[in-house]
């Protein structure tokens, strides 16, 4: 079991993007979802990024909390 303190950092890194502070603001400006769109469903992610939101939501993991933040600013 990970106890590791999750971060948007860690998650980025968990899902093989750049995770620098920059990186992420950068990733976060560039893609915007729509209300409509639901975050595993972006266009931008692999399939295995998918799978990992998806089941991540499913299961209530320990990221959870940091998707719902990354899914709010790429909202706003």
């Known amino acids: ?3 590791s303190k999750h971060t948007l950092n860690t998650l980025f890194a ?3 993007l750049p995770s ?3 990186q992420i603001e950068q990733f976060v400006s560039n ?3 729509s209300a ?3 975050l ?3 266009p931008f992610w692999t399939e295995s990024q998918k799978h990992f939101i998806q089941e991540s939501l499913a299961e209530d993991a320990d990221w959870c909390e940091l998707i719902d933040i990354l899914d709010a600013q790429l909202r706003h």
């Open 1 to 3: 079991m990970d106890t």
């Open 14 to 16: 968990q899902l093989g």
């Open 36 to 38: 409509s769109v639901q």
């Open 20 to 22: 620098s502070d920059n």
């Open 31 to 33: 893609h915007k979802l």
């Open 40 to 42: 595993a469903d972006a």
